[in-house]
């Protein structure tokens, strides 16, 4: 099915917004240290899809969240999002010299440098998060700011990325693959839904079990379906190295169910999130619209 | 001088309490991933002299701030200095294989999982400042989660970590080599000061500025002995390399004023802060004894 282009608007509206939001999130260039602030913009600016600020406006969206608030838990979320790939891609983990098409941070700038920009990014996302003077209560922002932290962390995506390392070369159940995802991507792009949402409103009991169940779904297809692009597009389309996880001998859905199966899941995980999304109605369009686009996607 | 007997007591009952708190704010090392918690862990406990949260506790102790909010205030900024210090170790920047008179995190635990330990105590800090229920309400509390991320970020701690980098084997003025601790290790000691004070209550903007002098001076004085104490002690007695920043050639008080200038600083600097704690009164005798102990100490 093809993305309506009203939805195709929004996203592109989003994604311009974002840029504009992170440009003025971040310390300029031209103040001291120049070339840490360099290359945490570098890390940061003109790349990606920002998949994690359009479940943030989108969920914000059911619950009429202002503008404001939702850039700057957006930008919160991608600026955390930025460092992890940044020291991901350092040469003590995943030594990728690529990504988003672009020479990574430390070959770029070096790896001292690379490895500061992520720690100071990292602080960046707390701030701008904390420093917020817009609709959002004080209680309510506190909550937000645990949510991030507890997204970022041994609990969440640290500790997906140790379990990750952990398990390169080692045989993996299905259950053991899934909660190393659910921590490593799945986490942080649940805190996009939930600060979105809370940009919003305190939530209901019912209303985060079922956003929980839309995001956990949705996690999960996107890493199912990072999985067979790995296996399946080139790196030029990818903008990242194809191919890497089998060359790493790390395990992947397709390394374990295969494509066809692979591609199936993908498709009922994206039926799981519509159907948890079926209390909000209508308000939820673009929550549904994401989750086909997470699914569909080419890179 | 020597320290009063009281002094010295109540010292010891903060790093005790502190080392409790710590490790009950730290996930356990049974829980997976028990790797990185086990160097999160190793990184925390059983080490250093808790200076941060030191100075958290005395200014405490000015506005009768309860002791649990203390304990987390000053978790948070010693989780914060206990990352710094495991990235600051890692071959790409300081390569130091020595710490706390144990082999650095990367040497114990290898250098990836070094790197994701210390990211995951960064959001872990925030996360145990922002997961108080206690007497701090929460619109002072977001304002101390923004003082710490403003005091870890490239605005401070890891700001002047990259001017540090950048100024190996350059000619340094006595002010730019001021300001690159300023943010370096005085923006940690500050938040430390300020969060602990904030546990209390509210601060005037004349119970601020004052304490924002007492925290500079004691921050600068903090790093002249340090640069003393590179100089003069010998390794067995740091806890870490001694003289290595002669031979890294990295600028130093006491490359620039020689020895007993730097010295006469550093006393000059604890009378600063007493005198920035006079209209505190007694109330402030914890601050004062401190600031005596960071100019007097050996190690």
Redesign the interface.
Known sequence: MMPDPAFAEWMRAVQVRMEAALDGFL?SDTE??A???AA?RYAVLDGGKRVRPLLAFAAGAVFEAPEAALARAAAAVEMIHA??LV?DD?P??DDDALRRGKPTVHVQF????A??A???L???A??VL??GSDAV???R??AM??L???A?????M??G???D??SVGLTLTLPQLEQMHRLKTGALLRVSVMLGALCGKTLTPTEEAALNDYAAAVGLAFQVVDDVLDATADSGTLGKTAGKDAADNKPTYVSMLGLEQSQALARKLRDDAHKALAPFGDRAHLLRELANLIVQRKA
């Open positions: 310390p001291a240290p070339q840490l602030h945490m460092y992890s020291h350092m003590c983990m070096g790896e001292a440098t490895l500061l992520g720690d100071a990292q602080s960046q707390f701030l904390a420093e209560d004080p209680a922002r506190v700011l645990r991030l932290a507890d970022s962390g041994s609990r969440g640290c500790g990325q140790a379990i390392l952990a």
